[in-house]
């Protein structure tokens, strides 16, 4: 069969429907402005014929909260619509087909049972429904901008990891500007900053493609002998085979559709067709639909479902929270949090550290009080190696820089699919450590909503660690961002079971336990007297406008996680830093 060769960039009609549209000429009003080479590469590069009759791109023309939808219906091809009569104000209106399909996805939540369609999308809106549609969990990393303050709480954590990507830039002078309307030249270069490489039309395809590829082409692709130097992204409107045949994906592999990739990794010269059934995936392909994988799947998805029922809904019949562990002891005190009184647990340790305490020295944190000896140190996932020279952290470098420990991602459970992966340079970075002098632990995210997937999780985690030594703890890191995560809706109970039983089977391999818990977690999932035999690793970014310079934790950590922004030499991009409390 004849293999097409993707022209330099394929990106065709992505915004047809949406724009009134012009031959592919330069506009003639966006000559010198500063999202000129964006719109021209989408419009004369790309082969997008937007703008409108007259010539113009009217780059700085706000957008419509409707025409947006339709903007990401048409990029990702939603296939489930929610009912008519969801929002009161959508009927007869020309977007609402791509509104009822964005809100089935979660994407498109409206106000008040209004989708508000003729409105002007402000931009922490649209940042927001981005992050949604493309299932981009958020972050909890401080944001930067002057401004800040005015971002919006239900937006901070997708603004923070769109720009943790590097997806946005176009804050002036640091600016984010989160009221502001979004302009149509703003979102073109968002949408160029996001992907590269459309794929509207099934066939066979075998250019390298330089940054991210999407496939939305409702029949699917297949790809071959080739590399993807960004993201391979497969949109939920694919409903045909996507092949993989010798392809190499430099960073992840997420499937937002219900077809399964097939991945082989056969000799170029023998291509993989859709009429070609690929062999099974075995241990040590790539992620064939992985959330964030950046790493190697090496377990069918579970039977779970991908959300879990809430709170009052048993997880029988699998193993039950009160056969893992005894529940904690209340002491009778209590604390505040969130409005909330917290129970305090006997056999736990109160935090002893306090604001002045701490110094900033750089952008670390250093400790000065008497109570404790300190260390410094970092944790790393394969986030660190892309961003470094060849792909390869200078450990020795990293050391001289003044780090003592060092904590590596060993893997992953995808946050929505529950599929388990390995990180890609877990191996390589526990050997530069270890070789380099630096203690070396290492954590797994964790997604368990069973105490079988809990043991699962340890089971691979002691599966990779086999060969290789590390003189550091293992942490069970369980992280619940928003709705979008399986974990969400877990009950205290079987979240607290989840934990213990990882620990105890860590634990059992001659390994140290650790729980890495944020606040939330803390106090609202974790019974503290069933987790105070580990170690406790708590994550609390601070900056030099920070109220407190320590951690608000009631608990004593262990270690800190202080920051998401350090320098350290010999990485690329930003690291993760902590500090260890030592008795």
């Known amino acids: 069969m004849r293999q097409i060769r993707l022209p330099k960039r394929i990106l065709s009609g992505l915004l047809a429907g949406a724009l009134l549209l012009t031959p592919a000429m330069a506009f003639t009003d966006t000559g010198g402005h500063w999202a000129e080479t964006a719109v021209n590469k989408w419009s004369q590069e790309y082969g997008v014929l937007q703008g409108y009759d007259d010539g113009s791109f009217r780059p700085d023309a706000s957008i419509t909260r409707g025409a947006f939808a339709g903007i990401l219906d048409r990029f990702l091809q939603f296939q489930t ?4 009569g969801t929002f009161s104000d959508t009927t007869g209106s020309r977007w609402e087909d791509s509104i009822l399909k964005l809100n089935a996805a979660g994407v498109y939540l409206g106000s008040e049972g209004k989708a508000l369609p003729g409105d002007s999308i402000t931009r922490q809106q649209a940042m927001t ?11 909890d990393n401080p944001l930067s901008y002057h401004d800040e303050a005015g971002v919006a709480n239900y937006a901070r954590p997708y603004i923070a990891e ?3 990507r590097g997806w946005i830039t176009d804050a ?10 979004l302009t149509r030249a703003e979102l073109v270069n968002l949408l160029n900053n996001m992907i590269q490489v459309l794929i509207q039309t099934s066939g066979n395809y075998s250019s390298n493609v330089d940054g991210t590829l999407l496939i939305n082409a409702t029949g699917g692709a297949a790809l071959s002998n080739m590399t993807v130097s960004g993201d391979l992204l497969i949109a939920p409107g694919v409903t045909g085979a996507v092949t993989l045949d010798n392809v190499t994906v430099s960073g992840e592999i997420r499937n937002f559709s219900s077809i399964t990739p097939q991945i082989t990794q056969s000799p170029a010269e023998t291509p993989v067709t859709p009429e070609q059934p690929a062999p099974p995936e075995q241990p040590g392909t790539p992620s064939s639909g992985e959330d964030f994988d950046w790493g190697i799947v090496v377990t069918p998805p579970p039977a779970a479902p991908d959300t879990p029922g809430g709170p009052d809904q048993p997880a029988a ?5 009160n056969e893992v562990y005894t529940p904690g002891v209340p002491t009778g005190e209590t604390f505040l949090y969130d409005n909330r009184q917290i129970p305090v647990y006997a056999g736990t340790e109160r935090s002893q550290l306090s604001h002045g305490d701490f110094v900033w020295s750089g952008d670390r944190l250093v400790y000065v009080g008497n109570q404790f000896r300190t260390r410094f140190g970092i944790d790393i996932s394969a986030y660190q190696n892309r961003a470094s020279e060849n792909e390869t952290i200078d450990w020795q470098a990293v050391r001289n820089d ?3 420990f060092a904590f590596v991602r060993v893997g992953l459970r995808g946050y929505s699919s529950g599929k388990i992966a390995e990180d890609a340079y877990y191996r390589q970075n526990i050997q530069g450590a270890m070789a380099a002098g630096i203690e070396t632990g290492v954590y797994f995210f964790a997604q368990a909503i069973t105490v079988e997937e809990a043991i699962e999780e340890a089971d691979f985690v002691i599966q990779c660690l086999q060969g290789l030594e590390i003189n550091g703890p293992v942490a069970y890191d369980w992280e619940m961002g928003n709705s979008s995560y399986r974990v969400y809706g877990i009950a205290p109970e079987m979240a607290t079971a989840c934990a213990v039983a990882f620990c105890k089977r860590i634990q059992e391999a001659g390994y140290t336990p650790m729980v890495y818990q944020s606040s939330y977690v803390a106090y609202m999932k974790y019974d503290q007297g069933a987790v105070a035999p580990y170690l406790c ?9 920070s109220e407190k310079l320590c951690p608000t934790l009631y ?5 800190w996680q202080f920051s998401s922004k350090c320098s350290i030499a010999g990485i690329g991009g930003n690291v993760d830093a902590n500090i260890q409390f030592i008795r």
């Open 317 to 321: 019949p699998g193993v039950q929270p």
């Open 129 to 139: 429904m981005v992050a949604r549609a493309f299932q981009l969990g958020g972050t």
């Open 537 to 545: 690793w708590f994550p609390e970014y601070k900056s030099d406008s």
């Open 555 to 559: 608990y004593q950590p262990d270690y």
């Open 81 to 84: 619509a929610a009912p008519s």
């Open 172 to 181: 002036v002078e640091n600016n984010f500007r989160p009221t502001e309307s």
């Open 162 to 164: 769109l720009t943790a």
């Open 402 to 404: 003044g780090v003592e």
